[in-house]
Every structure is written in C-alpha cells, then in structure tokens.
C-alpha cells in the first residue's frame, strides 16, 4: 500500500538553530502535502501546506520544500524557540478516487534552552 | 479545533463491551475521518466518510465501524472492545472541494480498554 516515511524520529536542536524534517512518499499521485504540529495532549494542527505545482512555500520562520521527481518534501524550522518543542507529522493526500491522507510516523522536536 | 468536538473525551472500558465515539462538526464539511494514534505508528486512518451513508474503509477498520446518518455527526463504534485498542483516537474533517484539502482535527478521545 502507499506509506510516507518521515525521518528523524526524534531530534534535539539549541534554541535559535534550524530544525529539518524530511518526508518520502510513494504515490506519485499525491499532489498536496500538509505539515501538522501536535503538542501534548492536543489534535493536530496545521502548520504549513504545499500543492505539487509549487517547489517551496514559507512563512515567517518555517519552510516547506518540495520534490516531485524523488517525492521527497521537507519541513525547515529556522530560528528554532522553546515552543516549538512538540511532534511533527507530514502527510500525503491520496487523489486516486478517493480523499484519504497517509501520515508520517512523526518528528519529535525538542528544542534545549 | 475548528467547530469540531469529539465525545467523550476519555473513556475506560472492559474488555468485550461496545463502546461507541462521537464526532460533531459545525463546518458543514463533507468528509470526515477517523484515526488512532499509536506510539510509533503516527496517524492510522481507520475509517472516513464522504457523505451522508457513505462510509469507506482505511487501512486499520478490522474490530470498528462507522455510521454517518446527518452531515455533522460520525459515530465510531467497536462492537466488543479488546485491550489492542487502547489508543487515542481523532476525528477530523475536510472540505475537498476545489482546492480545500485542509484537514482539521478535533481534540481527541482517550480510551483505555481494561
């Protein structure tokens, strides 16, 4: 079936460094790829989105990129901030007749004061 | 949580009793999905809907099933409920119309299956 795989599992960065999140997807269909944070005890929520017509969207500190041709996507924090401990989940939206999302296994962010 | 609520919001349980969870939303959105998350295993969809009685599988559904008679509401029911179910499990609701693929997620439920 189709999967993302989501890398690293856990990463620990000093407040003010850049965080990197990287995604793989296997359906060559996909054409949107959501980025959500879940901090604890909380739902997730979306943070930053990119469409396959798009190579890379920012806002303020955060980044997202895109690769079609290896089907890769990444999540680039700068300027990283205590609150932005929490973890982070990419996804893939299945379009192959149906609407139905493959989510990564999930980041979790710990940024050292 | 984007007029999303989820009922209740913890829940424990005996093994082999039915537990049913709710999902309401006030967005008016066409589809909705349920999930559990799993250490390890991040967002598992288990069932989703995309539209009043119509109800598809995900790749989790065995043990679960789903009912969508009004557009706000989706039930997720465990017939006989088994420890392997533990988990937390979120709803979430999408537009998909047009270029409207956000996803919004509701705050979850907590269940623990003793």
């Known amino acids: 079936g189709e999967n993302v795989e989501q890398h690293p599992s856990t990463l620990s960065v000093q407040e003010g460094d850049s965080a990197v999140i990287k995604c793989t997807y296997s359906?060559?269909?996909?054409?949107?790829f959501p980025w959500y944070k879940q901090e604890l005890g909380k739902g997730p929520q979306l943070i930053i989105d990119i469409r396959s017509n798009v190579g890379e969207k920012k806002d303020q500190r955060i980044a997202v990129t895109l690769n079609k041709t290896a089907k890769h996507f990444s999540l680039h924090i700068t300027e990283t901030q205590p609150e932005d401990s929490a973890v982070y989940f990419c996804?893939?939206?299945?379009?192959?007749?149906?609407?139905?999302?493959?989510f990564g296994t999930g980041t979790r962010l710990k940024v050292l004061a | 949580d984007a007029g999303i609520t989820q009922s209740p919001r913890h829940k424990v349980t005996e093994t082999g009793t039915p537990v049913t969870l709710r999902c309401h939303q006030t967005e008016n959105h066409r589809y909705m999905y349920w999930y559990r998350q799993d250490p390890g295993h991040g967002l598992r969809l288990i069932h989703y809907s995309y539209g009043v009685k119509d109800t598809d599988k995900g790749e989790v559904s065995d043990g679960y099933s789903v009912s969508r008679s009004k557009t706000e509401d989706f039930l997720l029911t465990l017939e006989s409920a088994t420890s392997s179910q533990t988990s937390v499990y979120f709803c979430?609701?999408?537009?998909?119309?047009?270029?409207?693929?956000?996803?919004?997620f509701g705050a979850g439920t907590r269940l623990s299956v003793l």
């Open positions: 996804a893939a939206l299945l379009t192959s007749g149906t609407y139905k999302y493959i």
């Open positions: 979430a609701i999408s537009d998909q119309s047009g270029v409207r693929n956000i996803q919004y």
């Open positions: 359906d060559s269909a996909s054409n949107y």
